[in-house]
């Protein structure tokens, strides 16, 4: 299961922006943009979760992923999904 702090500390590496992973829990409804990251961070976050979780978000899905609630929801029901 992929906890937020998991979550903002690939975003935060995939950013470069060591400051996002301060925001906590408040960031979970914030979209992606507001937090300051774009399409490229969330690619790459999108093949970090694949590379070390094992968690399969393809790129056309996770670009529709506005908020990192969203991202975990996807993430953490995959059995839905199928």
Do not use: W
């Not at 500390?9 to 950013?15: A, G, P, R, V």
């Not at 590379?51 to 990192?68: A, C, G």
């Amino acid at each position: 299961m992929l906890s937020l702090d998991q979550l903002m500390e690939i975003l935060t590496e995939c950013s470069g922006d060591q400051q996002a992973a301060a925001h906590g829990e408040e960031v979970l409804d914030r979209e992606f943009d507001m937090l300051g990251y774009d399409s490229l961070v969330l690619l790459e976050t999108s093949a970090q979760l694949k590379h070390r979780h094992d968690i399969d978000i393809p790129e056309d899905v996770i670009r529709d992923l506005r908020t990192p609630r969203a991202v975990l929801d996807y993430a953490n029901v995959p059995a839905e999904r199928d």
